[in-house]
């Protein structure tokens, strides 16, 4: 038990610098914590990111087998594993596979890292002269999308910063205002964030540099919006939406009208009263006509007999 233990102290820092999954350009590691001899580890990668996952440093030459146990959110648990003698086996069948790398280490391989993808990867490396075990608590960093802008609430004006659907939570202060106001942050279903700072602006503030940072894990720097007057009621912004519209139903008027003439020029000259009038009357009256004949030449014969 003490040498695995060792094993573990001395694999550590190994396993942290090791060569795929610890891309810091897609992901972030948090600090390792052991449970019941487990590793236990916290990992971030970046949405449509391809993530390896590493659970031992042993070359497949020295490696008996290695399992890799996979708990998603919204899927049952499903496991990839290969031993020495090749034998492959995957229940998961969603394109998740066990590679090596050049320096013919085995790793875990998860293609365009998705929402679906979060969950608890636990993986067992035997080994000739030991095992490791980590249980990887995986995430996925999805950045918000960001706006500001200017609005009117209660005859007060106000400044709002928002960063929607994020994965985790993003932060935002306000630059230059001299108060920091609230964020209000509040998740969807699916575990997304979304995070929204109102700054009410009283009369004395200079709103002139005004502006909100945001800050979040998929970014190295944080973002700086500058409030735009998009939103709430600025008539003067809808002047030239006015405008288009009152030209736009000008023209189909002109148009409609236009039409209306040509059509009306084209009953005129198509229908002369005298054309219409008895092709009208002749289908109407016919059937009747038809029966009438019918009638007297029965009425006939048969005065024809009597007499
Ligand atoms: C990795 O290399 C070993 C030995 O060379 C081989 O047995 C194993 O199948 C390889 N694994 C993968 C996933 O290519
Ligand atoms: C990753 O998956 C998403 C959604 O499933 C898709 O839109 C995107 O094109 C994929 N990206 C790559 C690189 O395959
Ligand atoms: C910040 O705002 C709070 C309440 O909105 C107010 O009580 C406080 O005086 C403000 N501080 C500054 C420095 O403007
Ligand atoms: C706003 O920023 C500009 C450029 O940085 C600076 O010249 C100006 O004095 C600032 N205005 C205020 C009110 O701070």
Redesign the pocket.
């Known amino acids: 038990m003490m040498w695995i233990y060792a094993a573990f102290i001395l694999l550590l820092p190994e396993v942290w610098s090791l060569g795929p999954g610890t891309n810091l350009n897609t992901s972030a590691n948090f600090n390792d914590s052991s449970i019941g001899g487990d590793v236990v580890r916290h990992s971030a990668f970046n949405e449509w990111s391809d993530v390896d996952l590493t659970c031992s440093n042993k070359t497949w030459d020295e490696t008996l087998y290695v399992i890799w146990t996979i708990q998603l959110k919204y899927k049952d648990e499903c496991k990839i594993s290969l031993d020495d003698g090749g034998r492959r086996v995957d229940t998961c069948n969603d394109g998740k596979s066990l590679r090596n790398t050049s320096s013919d280490r085995p790793y875990l391989h998860i293609p365009n890292f998705t929402n679906g993808d979060e969950g608890v990867y636990k993986c067992e490396s035997v080994y000739k002269g030991g095992s490791v075990r980590y249980e990887i608590n995986v995430a996925i960093t999805v950045p918000p999308s960001i706006s500001a802008w200017f609005e009117q609430e209660d005859n007060k004006m106000v400044a709002v910063c928002k960063a929607e659907r994020g994965k985790p939570a993003a932060n935002i202060y306000w630059r ?1 205002a001299g108060n920091l106001s609230d964020v209000k942050t509040s998740s969807d279903l699916d575990g997304f964030f979304t995070a929204e700072s109102r700054l009410e602006i009283s009369d004395k503030m ?1 709103t ?2 005004l502006s909100c940072a945001i800050s979040h894990l998929f970014w190295r720097e944080e973002q700086i919006l500058v409030p735009k007057p998009t939103k709430g009621n600025v008539p003067w912004l809808y002047i030239p939406a006015v405008a288009v519209l009152v030209f736009f139903c000008a023209g189909v008027l002109f148009f409609a009208q236009k039409k209306l003439m040509i059509l009306r020029q084209c009953q005129q000259s198509d229908s002369s009263p005298a054309k219409t009038a008895p092709t009208e009357d002749v289908e109407e009256v016919e059937p009747y006509a038809s029966y009438v004949q019918r009638v007297n030449s029965i009425y006939n014969s048969s005065a024809d007999l009597f007499t």
Do not use: P
């Open positions: 230059h200079d002139e540099n």
